[in-house]
T-cell receptor
Framework: ETGVTQSPTHLIKTRGQQVTLRCSSQ?????VSWYQQALGQGPQFIFQ???????GRGNFPPRFSGLQFPNYSSELNVNALELDDSALYLC???????????FGQGTRLTVV | GQQLNQSPQSMFIQEGEDVSMNCTSS?????WLWYKQDPGEGPVLLIA?????ELTSNGRLTAQFGITRKDSFLNISASIPSDVGIYFC????????????FGKGTHLIIQP
């Protein structure tokens, strides 16, 4: 059974650029959620995808968008990057109806 | 975004001591979870609680779901060096449907 994997592990972008982060869910898991974790804080829920559609969203602006593919993998896209977007971005997968979400190791995004 | 109130913020203890940390919320949750995060890694699920008043153990870890559904605590007995890390509580309103709301974490430091 493979766990949740994310790529890349580290990324440096310039303010105003766009970024795409990728996540492969744990085998058999059909729901993917994304979280932003700023330094010294707990993770903040961005959104969740099930059956290739967004079915829940936290308090993040529309420039944060995502996709889920038929194999349940997912992408997080962030447009018009701002300095405050610098954070660890975590992907978690789970089975619909099951609370137990399993996290990847995260992508460390630095915006300069 | 909303975060749960988690305390203490950090703990310095001796190896072998017991540890207690808690988490409170101004609103109810129907699921409480406890995660541990090591540096450079994603959070790892320790215990999940699904019913108000529930007391659940996982080895040396014990967690309880408060009867008001607005709080939870985690105890670690006989701490060992590998218990070092950041512990997060997380709440979910609709099981398997909503994103998780996290606390800011309790940083556990163990002195040998």
């Amino acid at each position: 059974e493979t766990g949740v994997t994310q790529s890349p592990t580290h990324l440096i972008k310039t303010r105003g650029q766009q970024v795409t982060l990728r996540c492969s869910s744990q085998s058999g898991h059909n729901t993917v959620s994304w979280y932003q974790q700023a330094l010294g804080q707990g993770p903040q829920f961005i959104f969740q995808y099930y059956r290739e559609e967004e079915n829940g969203r936290g308090n993040f602006p529309p420039r944060f968008s995502g996709l889920q593919f038929p194999n349940y993998s997912s992408e997080l896209n962030v447009n018009a990057l701002e300095l405050d977007d610098s954070a660890l971005y975590l992907c978690a997968s789970s089975l619909t109806g099951n609370t137990e979400a399993f996290f990847g190791q995260g992508t460390r995004l630095t915006v300069v | 975004g909303q975060q749960l109130n988690q305390s203490p913020q950090s703990m310095f203890i001796q190896e072998g001591e017991d540890v207690s940390m808690n988490c409170t919320s101004s609103s109810i949750f129907n699921t409480w979870l406890w995660y541990k995060q090591d540096p450079g890694e994603g959070p790892v699920l320790l215990i999940a609680l699904y019913k108000a008043g529930e007391l659940t153990s996982n080895g040396r870890l014990t967690a309880q779901f408060g009867i008001t559904r607005k709080d939870s605590f985690l105890n670690i007995s006989a701490s060992i060096p590998s218990d070092v890390g950041i512990y997060f509580c997380a709440g979910q309103l609709r099981r398997g449907a909503d994103g998780l709301t996290f606390g800011k974490g309790t940083h556990l430091i163990i002195q040998p």
